[in-house]
């Protein structure tokens, strides 16, 4: 019934393909290492196409502890425009389809019509993007560039389940995009593109693409992903913005604000994303933040095919707005999801409450959900809960414990960081859970269940919980 893993359990690492055999082993640069050449030539770059203004600009990139940064060259007040991207300089579905590759690519999702641009541009000598593309990091601590010896760290997470599953998600795709695409077009990508560098195309448009923009779907926007993520920036809503500008502002350009005060000399920063969890922000970028609520644990539930009620419970579900498999997300410090515990409910129910199923309650039914339906029903979403959770925890091989004390015990790398710091989250909220379950199992004799609400709505039940029948005369 509860399942914890968004993905199925997979191998550690998928099998290599015959490309990845082929692909010789790469010495991988940080960006930390980026010739400081490389930035200049970047930055004349960005000024031939007026992309950054001619004098004072508020802003240039810089080495900073993050990699590259945007370093402010002057006092910036709270809200104030550090970086105006044109969109001719935006790499976007619309960049593809105008390219050479544009035409091949049009059944293609934005994601991976992108990420094929990027990798076909990083190897064509004469690239128009070559400035742009020498900043950019041949590698991350996003754990889809972790080797195996580093993934082993994160045994027994959700984290690892994902990586895996999006590795073999986007292996997939490039598969399919190399049958279809690459093989038969040779003469269009000018040197042999493996699925090692097709997967770091995509990590780049992961952790530095911008999406949900209005009436695009997501563009690499040199310059402007230089900025850097700040735990400390909890203001909502996003730092950038596209306007228009020129004659009748029919230019657009991509707009970055600082969204706090910045000293000259130091850093802007903007805020990712405060939805995210720290997993999320593992895969997508490489980092964590150390606030709880970071710390996530989903937890499955779906209703098995072989429920006898499938149906009926199917149908429940729907007519409530919830899918036979549901994904809860449990913070870590905070109240389960409000629809968890009736959805646990109903996926428990049988026997004796099956009666509630039947479609006179149709209209009424999650109401009831919400509330305890029988100590049966309770104690059974109680067993599989804790059960499911014991079972989670003992997959991981190191405790609460000892995460803390390999924490304190000095200088750990930033992806060792990271994996002590998810597997700690997670455990955390699998015991949280565990704990809310256990405290629910010790109070199943004192809770009201359906039938008692009933009779008392119906009146039927004195104070003292005694029933009254009428007395025949
Ligand atoms: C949008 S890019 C920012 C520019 C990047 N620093 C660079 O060198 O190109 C996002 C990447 O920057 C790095 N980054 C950003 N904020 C960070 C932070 N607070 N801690 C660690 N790394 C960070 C991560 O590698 C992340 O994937």
Redesign the pocket.
Known sequence: MASLHRFARTPLLPKPSKTQRKAKPKTLRP?SSLPSASIDNFWHWLSDKKAVPASSPPVKPAMVR????LVAQRDISRGESVVEVPKKLWINPDTVAASDIGGLCRGLKPWMAVALFLVREKGRPDSAWRPYIN???EV???TIFWPEEELLELQGTQLLNTTLGVKEYVQGEFLRIEEEIIVPNRGLFSSPITVDDFLWAFGMVR??GFSRMPGESLALVPLA???????SITAEGTSWEIRGTGFFSRELVFSLQTPIYVKAGEQVYIQYDLGKSNAELALD???IESRSDRGVYTLTLEIPESDPFYGDKLDILESNGLKETEYFDIVLGQALPPDMLPYLRLVALGGTDAFLLESIFRNSIWGHLELPISRANEELICRVIRDACKSALSAYHTTIEEDQNLRESGKLSPRLEIAIGVREGEKKVLQQIDGIFKDRETELDGLEYYQERRLRDLGLACDQDEIIFWESK
Request: no cysteine; aromatic share 8%.
């Open positions: 960006t993050e990699g590259l940064g900043i950019l990091p991350t601590d996003s952790s530095r992903d230089l900025v850097n993520h700040s735990p970028y490489g980092f």
